[in-house]
């Protein structure tokens, strides 16, 4: 028994026992060592983007309240450095960011990419100087790859407010259309209203837009919200915003379309057509978009939209009602920052709007759309 | 006379039961680590040293280990050597470490090593042992460096890193990819029997058969028996 069994037992666990007693001697040694490289080898990662930072600690990012899309933070001596995840043409676009203690962007560089212009290699030298005061879109101006750029872009400024945070300021980190909600029911003394943008068929001198919901109306002057609630003004406004709202809200509230035949010759893709009292033309079209380009990847659904063409010919609202196109690519034309460009642009100018390089056969088709209209509100006015 | 004997267990490492071209142990990490001679020679030297301190330790230990439990005690004598050395390595020399990488930890699997403790530490004192491990050691590392050599001159046209000027455009770069570790290995394989036929060819070790699973159905005593009467 005791040869057999607990004889080799024993040697065994004492062997164990002693070896484990003599590496932990040796880890005493180089445990430290091994610790001190790393992190000077982690360091030289980072100061790549914050040139000059020593003594990088890792910052917890959970529940610091760092924009969605910051994934790691580290402080150093001379500044921060954070890690952004973000979606260009494709997922998987990682971003690291060092910003300078006094708020300037001191470098920045992707660390993965799935994207396919390589839009991306050296765009992160054009951000270094900038503050989130100074940052703008101009940086990343140019016809191609604006997917992948605008990606960075937004990594850029979740970093610059992630700096913000991490030295304990506060930054409004809702999203835009949420703001917008919030800032209708502020104006209109509500809470939870949802409100939808009138797709306004009538000019109305200083209003930007106006949103409508069950509890009343609120018009955007500028950066004021003017609330309307039953034909009256809510809440303290100057006389001029007050006449301005009003004369908007009286021309949703006037509003009257009515439905006529599409003029001969139209494009088949004119789908509708509404006339209001006041000259305007309501078109509701349908665009050929990368769903139906006709090739073995169809969707082979169109995009639908609507234009509002005032009596001199000029567009006064532009609205994407339904697109299938794919995810973080097409679907640029569903966005209000794209489609809204075609606002105020006539017959003569309305190609300024530019094509949208990875979007191409979307935009393309949503111009043409464009094109199509301007035709049809031709021909219903007798020219050719 | 006893240090003739001694002499004789060192030099049989080198080149007679030379672990790779003779015995053919090793063999992953040879064809893994040989494409470049600074990562060769860092392999062959922690073999070594893992080779030396588990050798010495193992016949210094044999006569306390029971039989059942004798293979377990090597692994776990020798992956403490390694581990040691792995620390050693990450904190003092990382580039090496880094070059090495899966394969140091590997070292703790080397048939070369566990084969040294089976068939000599756990028979032999302390001092053959250690001059057991050491020859084996060398001729571990020498094999390595001739292959390395040989890949890395002909495959990349470097020797150790350093470029060499007329060989760069005439370099042969599959010797430095897995086949070519194959191709090299098996030609340095035929030279060796080449060199030994005159002796009688490469003498393969006879393994003894205590610790075989299946010696209970053959009933010999050695493997070069059964082989002999098969014929």
Known sequence: ?384 | MKENKRLAVFLAGIIKENPVLILVLGTCPTLAVTNNVISAFSMGIAATIVLVCSNMVISALRKIIPDTVRIPCYIVIIAAFVTAVQMLLQAYLPSVYDMLGVYLALIVVNCIILGRAEMFARKNGVVDSALDGLGMGIGFMLALLLMATLREVFGAGSFAGIEIPFLVNYRIPVLCQAPGGFMVFGILIAIMNKLTEKKGGVKRKSFSCEGCPTAHICNKTECGAVKEESK
């Not at chain 1, 940086?139 to 872009?153: D, F, N, V």
């Not at chain 1, 949420?178 to 209203?193: K, R, S, V």
Request: proline fraction near 3%; aromatic fraction near 10%.
């Open chain 1, 1 to 384: 028994m005791f040869k057999e069994k607990i004889m080799p037992t024993t040697v065994l666990g004492a062997i164990c026992l002693v070896v484990a007693l003599l590496l932990s001697v040796v880890n005493m040694f180089t445990g430290p060592i091994i610790e001190k490289a790393q992190a000077e080898k982690a360091n030289a990662a980072l100061a790549v983007v914050l040139p000059g930072g020593t003594n990088f600690t890792e910052l917890p990012v959970e529940g610091a309240g760092y924009p969605e899309s910051v994934t790691a933070a580290y402080k150093a001596d001379n500044g921060f450095v954070f890690r952004m995840e973000v979606t260009g043409y494709k997922p998987g676009l990682i971003i690291m960011c060092g910003i300078n203690n006094d708020g300037t962007v001191a470098g920045a560089d992707f660390i993965a990419s799935n994207e396919t212009l390589y839009a991306e290699v050296g765009l992160g030298a054009k951000f270094v100087g900038y503050t989130k005061d100074t940052i703008n879109t101009d940086i990343i101006a140019g016809p191609t790859a604006k997917l992948t750029t605008g990606a960075y872009y937004s990594a850029i400024e979740a970093a610059l407010n992630a700096f913000i945070i991490a030295n304990g300021g506060t930054v409004d980190l809702r999203d835009p259309a949420q703001i917008l909600q919030d800032n209708c029911n502020a104006a209109l003394g509500t809470e939870g209203a949802t409100f939808e943008k009138w797709f306004a068929t009538a000019r109305v001198d200083g209003v930007d837009a106006l949103y409508i919901s069950d509890k009343g109306a609120v018009a955007v002057i500028g950066e004021s919200f003017v609330g309307i609630a039953d034909g009256a003004v809510v809440g303290e406004a100057g006389e001029t915003e007050k006449t301005a709202a009003l004369a908007a809200y009286n021309a949703y509230k006037s509003e009257k379309l009515t439905e006529i035949a599409k003029p001969d010759g139209a494009s088949d893709n004119v789908l509708k057509m509404f006339t209001a009292e006041n000259g305007t033309v309501v078109i509701e079209m349908r665009a050929k978009g990368y769903g139906i380009m006709g090739d073995w990847h169809t969707s082979g659904e169109y995009i639908n939209l609507k234009v509002a063409i005032d009596g001199e010919g000029k567009i006064i609202s532009t609205l994407t009602t339904y697109q299938s196109e794919s995810k973080n690519i097409g679907d640029i034309v569903a966005s209000p920052d794209y489609y809204e460009q075609y606002n105020g642009k006539t017959e003569a100018d309305y190609t300024d709007v530019a094509i949208v390089s990875g979007a191409t056969y979307s935009t393309d088709g949503y111009r043409t759309a464009i094109k199509q209209a301007f035709e049809a509100f031709k021909l219903l006015k007798g020219g050719n």
